[in-house]
């Protein structure tokens, strides 16, 4: 019995220590979403504006732009996957990562060449370990995302977009990230970034509106030229930002979970020690009684 209660008593203390840790972390990320969520908010209307601008442009002009003209023939995309540089995020990375195999489960059916550019590095593991080739990855800046790794990484896609397809070049590009939707949601979601869809963010003007007139200075190519890296810039920045939002709150939920799993286990535990220390007692109570019984028998 004593070595029983000694093992209930050390698992005790094991998922106390393992709840401090829990709780550390997850308020840690309770404190980190709140900024996190601020700059989601903050992003989102800059990058709907400036998606709304570049369909416009695309929209009410007869410019034959490539990054708003559609191939002909698409032999090879591009995947941009964002994930965490860190676990203990729950089904974080591995919904987002399932959700790109679909996604390439479905360009392949469609005859289309799949290569991939990697953020985070969770995703770049996933990859290594299973020996899947990728052409850039980009790790260390999830948690906290920075506008220069967004930057680098759209110049680095549209390069390989405005690359032809025999040197290497890709045809469309889709990012695949965790939309933020509330502290207990996140979805993975799948946006087609190129070829430009001239359908977002353009709104039906109505029967009782006036479809405006644009003009362009210098010319449509050039104002095209000017808006288009800084939409690639901006949809790929918040799609990092609603990454980050997204871990943060995936974090906190897991590891408030942890929490309350080692609350249970220290429950569960605490009822067998005390169990186990009842029994010993009895038994050691037991054996005063038979002795005493013992000995008056003697006599």
Do not use: C
């Not at 969770?122 to 299973?130: C, D, I, Q, S, T």
């Not at 040197?167 to 502290?183: A, C, K, L, T």
Request: aromatic share 8%; net charge neutral; no cysteine.
């Amino acid at each position: 019995m004593g070595a029983q209660l000694r093992v209930y008593r050390q698992k005790i203390r094991s998922a106390q220590t393992t709840k401090k840790i829990t709780r550390a972390m997850e308020l840690i990320a309770a404190s980190r979403i709140q900024k996190a969520q601020a700059r989601v908010q903050s992003s989102t209307p800059y990058a709907r504006a400036v998606t709304r601008a570049v369909s416009a442009v695309a929209a009410y002009s007869n410019a034959d732009h490539p990054l708003t003209t559609e191939p002909e023939q698409v032999r090879r995309a591009a995947v941009v996957v964002f994930a965490s540089d860190r676990g203990l995020a729950g089904a974080f990375n591995s919904n987002v990562l399932r959700e790109s195999e679909e996604l390439t489960k479905l360009l392949r059916e469609q005859g289309k060449e799949v290569v991939y550019f990697l953020v985070g590095r969770r995703a770049v593991g996933y990859f290594n370990f299973r020996r899947r080739p990728f052409l850039e990855s980009w790790i260390g800046d999830t948690d906290n995302p920075s506008f220069e790794t967004a930057q680098e990484v759209a110049r680095t896609i549209v390069d390989a977009f405005t690359t032809p397809y025999e040197d290497g070049g890709v045809d469309e590009i889709h990012i695949v990230y965790n939309r933020f939707v509330s502290m207990l949601t996140q979805t993975p979601e799948v946006v087609r970034l190129l070829p430009l869809e001239i359908v977002e963010g353009v709104e039906d003007p109505g029967a009782q509106q006036v479809f405006p007139l644009y003009e362009f200075e210098p010319d449509t190519a050039t104002v095209l030229d000017a808006l288009l890296p800084v939409y690639i810039e901006s949809r790929i920045f918040n799609a990092m930002l609603m990454s980050a939002a997204s871990k943060h709150a995936a974090t906190q939920k897991a590891m408030k979970s942890a929490s309350d799993n080692a609350d249970t286990l220290i429950r569960d535990y605490t009822r067998l020690a005390n169990n186990a220390r009842q029994a010993e007692i009895t038994q050691q109570i037991s054996e005063i009684v038979g002795g005493a019984d013992a000995l008056g028998t003697a006599k």
